[in-house]
T-cell receptor
């Protein structure tokens, strides 16, 4: 399982795009990158995952570099409800290895 | 709402006691994983159950044990509780198809006094 590195905290203005980086230089070739977020005292919420192509869903976009050593989660129009801890996770199979995540604060 | 339900939501136990936490998986999911989240930390993988058998375990002692039932619901049992077992315990359900997402319940907050 890849070790991931994220900045401990970030701020974003409401309505602006939030770009959350993640380094996963030890990721293996068939290991997907997953993003989850956790709002205080709730269970983690799945956001998006990808292997090597960029992905987009109703919540976010995921940009993975060509060498797959890093990725960026983009919340296109952040709202106050997006304030949470965001986890970038590499895994094979069902075991998710969480790091410390990035605490995103969306400010009015 | 993920369809994953955990009970109870909160629990207070005394050191040395035993506790059982329960999880109902999302419809169509046959795999349940358990995580422990201490205050201020990311969730730590305890173990996973698939088809009623343990299918992977993290760095937790044997006093952490589990069960999965034919309807894919699961229990986490912790014996000889220690103060450091105080944490949020999370259950996640998924299918065994490769690289699908896991859906988490809201967790059980266990306090050991």
């Amino acid at each position: 399982d890849a070790k991931t590195t994220q900045p401990p905290s970030m701020d974003c203005a409401e309505g602006r795009a939030a770009n959350l980086p993640c380094n996963h230089s030890t990721i293996s070739g068939n290991e997907y990158v997953y993003w989850y977020r956790q709002i205080h005292s709730q269970g983690p919420q799945y956001i998006i995952h990808g292997l090597k192509n960029n992905e987009t869903n109703e919540m976010a976009s995921l940009i993975i570099t060509e060498d797959r050593k890093s990725s960026t989660l983009i919340l296109p129009h952040a709202t106050l409800r997006d304030t949470a801890v965001y986890y970038c996770i590499g895994h094979q199979g069902g075991k998710l290895i969480f790091g410390q995540g990035t605490e995103l604060s969306v400010k009015p | 709402e993920t369809g994953v339900t955990q009970s109870p939501t909160h629990l207070i136990k005394t050191r040395g006691q035993q506790v059982t936490l329960r999880c109902s998986s999302q419809s169509g999911h046959n795999t349940v994983s358990w995580y422990q989240q201490a205050l201020g930390q990311g969730p730590q993988f305890i173990f996973q159950y698939y088809r009623e058998e343990e299918n992977g375990r993290g760095n937790f002692p044997p006093r952490f044990s589990g069960l999965q039932f034919p309807n894919y619901s699961s229990e986490l049992n912790v014996n000889a509780l220690e103060l450091d077992d105080s944490a949020l315990y999370l259950c996640a359900s998924s299918s065994q198809r490769i690289n699908t997402e896991a859906f988490f319940g809201q967790g059980t907050r266990l306090t050991v006094v």
